[in-house]
């Protein structure tokens, strides 16, 4: 059996990435499942507070699902043609104490998706996340993207993936990188 995490980048009660992620665990291929996390309980990095009281329990639980987790997905918002800086913060989090970096994320594959309500989906902040997961030193997988644009038009008002395409697309860039996942780092 493969283990997927999903990230969602938002904290929105509507947010279309948690959204896509829910669909995501719905549509898993044989064998595969998905667990969805969301950010909720993730304070803002403080190094004082880290070294008086150490990682938030929030933190700590997301640290455990990556690492038990055969792989995860990213799904981020593209807030001004980059990275939203709530999932940005998560992940500094997570990284903390770096000594962690390596077991955490080292090799780990990850896949980034995201749906936005602009027509260019979120290319860019997938770009600007290349940066960040190269070097937490992950496997991040090239074979597929997925860029969901005007994402108001495909799910219904209680947050369900409406549109068949988009549906099929979904299906099709987590066969793929389940596959990536399964298979051994080159």
């Known amino acids: 059996m493969t283990k997927l995490v999903g990230i969602s980048g938002s904290l929105r009660k509507g947010s279309f990435n948690t959204a896509l992620l829910r669909a995501a665990a719905l549509l898993m291929p044989a064998g595969a499942t998905l667990a969805v ?12 507070v880290e070294d008086a009281e150490g990682l938030p329990a929030r933190v700590v639980a997301l640290k455990a699902a990556v690492t038990g987790a055969d792989g995860f997905l990213l799904a981020t ?4 043609h980059s990275i939203p800086g709530v999932l940005k913060n998560a992940i500094d989090w997570m990284s903390r104490p770096t000594s962690d970096i390596k077991r955490v994320f080292g090799g780990k594959p990850v896949a980034l998706l ?7 989906g979120t290319v860019l ?11 937490l030193g992950t496997r991040p997988w090239f074979g597929g993207k997925l860029l969901v ?6 799910f219904d008002p209680e947050g369900r993936l409406t549109d068949e395409a988009t ?6 860039f987590l066969a793929g990188f389940v596959a990536f996942a ?3 780092a080159r």
């Open 149 to 154: 644009s005007r994402a108001q038009g495909l």
């Open 167 to 172: 549906r099929d697309q979904l299906q099709q």
């Open 77 to 80: 918002p593209e807030y001004n």
């Open 125 to 135: 902040a997938q770009e600007a996340w290349l940066g960040v997961l190269r070097t």
């Open 37 to 48: 996390e969301t950010l909720h309980g993730v304070s803002l990095y403080d190094g004082d």
């Open 114 to 120: 995201g749906a936005t309500l602009g027509g260019f």
């Open 182 to 184: 399964k298979s051994p």
